[in-house]
């Protein structure tokens, strides 16, 4: 009998790709998105991927009520929560909507799991949570700063509150702590679409070498690493999806009712904003114009992952390199730009 499992913001970047490894691993997949950040077309495109069109209903996890017929009207096995606003600069400028939005959700979600007696939660957590890290590459027992933004406050507010729900109830929940998720699945179907002008790197090359964005700027070349650009964990995001698989067959085999557990999702491979950028170019053949410019504020200088706890507990290690990671992004730029010309 196949596990039905209930994907929240299952129409975004990376709950799409989940939901498309979690129909291939043989589960039934029910998608509850608000469309806020994302389209239903998604859902059609998952469809074409995996053959199977998983079950979607457009939903306000914010509102209760609205949450409570969700799971009346669905027998739900596990839930992944990725529903989330995600941007950290929005963060800033609208604290109340963040947290009314990723609190609200996740309580709303517990609050419903505990109503129908369902005891497994895989959180889409953020290595934003290690802030300045106090050593490198960081572990999961490295500790927690205090939040830069309200965005990364929700994060480490929500994990607490899910330590708290394991501790006085049933739950089993599984914490993944994602670096920086890039790329796009092979099919090209699926891939990230940033909301207006990209915030995140990647998306900001492949709209600058379709011509979409002049230049590209070098958020500051003036830090302490190898070429004074800052570091980052990248990692392809279709590997990403797949942890929240191993994540689901760990808490579905372990009986421990008070199960709570974090993990790192990273590489362990540091790269810097120039190594992104000579990848892409070399990969595709294509220069990329970009100008160095001054520091981006809440940036930190250099972080990435001890991906080891996962590795070993999991079984889950991440299979792609850069080079495919930049790749499948320019594919997915050329079709996405290609579907969304106009007329
Ligand atoms: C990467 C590097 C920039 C754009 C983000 C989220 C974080 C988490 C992971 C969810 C940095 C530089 C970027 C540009 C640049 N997501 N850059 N020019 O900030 O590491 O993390 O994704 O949890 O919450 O903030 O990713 O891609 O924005 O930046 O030089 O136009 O690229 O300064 O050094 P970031 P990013």
């Known amino acids: 009998m196949k596990k039905n499992i209930l994907v929240t913001g299952g129409t975004g970047f990376i709950g799409s790709h989940t939901s498309v490894e979690l129909i291939e691993a043989g589960y039934n997949v029910l998608i509850a998105d608000d469309l806020s950040n994302s389209d239903i077309s998604v859902v059609d495109k998952i469809e074409q991927i995996t053959g199977i069109r998983p079950t979607f209903v457009k939903v306000d996890l914010s509102n209760a009520e609205l949450t409570h017929r969700l799971f009346e009207q669905e027998q739900i096995d596990a839930v992944i929560h990725f529903a989330a606003k995600i941007y950290v ?13 990723n609190l609200c959700g996740l309580l709303n979600i517990l609050q419903e799991m505990k109503n129908f007696g369902i005891k497994n939660l895989v959180f889409s957590s953020s ?8 050593q490198l590459p960081v572990t999961e027992q490295t500790p927690i700063k205090p939040a830069t933004c309200p965005y990364g406050n929700t994060k480490q507010i929500s994990e607490e509150i899910l330590h708290d729900m394991t501790l006085s109830s049933p739950l089993k929940a599984v914490i993944l702590r994602y670096f920086n998720p890039i790329g796009a699945h092979s099919s090209a179907l699926i891939g990230e679409v940033p909301k207006g002008v990209p915030q995140h790197l990647l998306p900001y090359i492949t709209q ?14 003036d830090y302490q690493t190898k070429d004074g650009t800052c570091l980052r964990d990248y990692i392809h995001v279709v590997d990403l999806a797949k942890s929240h698989v191993a994540a689901l067959s760990y808490l579905f085999d372990n009986q421990d009712n ?4 974090v993990f790192n999702i990273g590489t362990g491979e540091p790269y810097s904003v120039l190594d992104v950028i000579n990848a892409f170019e070399s990969v595709t053949g294509l220069k990329i114009n970009y100008k160095m410019a001054t520091r981006r504020p809440g940036d930190v200088e250099k972080i990435w992952a001890n991906p080891t706890k996962a590795q070993q507990i999991l079984n889950w290690k991440a299979q792609h390199t850069l080079s495919q990671m930049v790749e499948s992004a320019w594919k997915w730029q050329q079709y996405f730009s290609n579907q969304n010309k106009k007329p």
């Open 258 to 261: 008070n199960l709570f557990d």
């Open 208 to 221: 600058t070498a379709m011509g979409i964005r002049e230049c590209l700027q070098v958020f500051g070349n």
């Open 89 to 101: 600069d929005e963060s800033v400028r609208q604290p109340l909507l963040y947290y009314k939005n």
């Open 127 to 134: 290595c934003t949570v290690y802030g300045v890290a106090d």
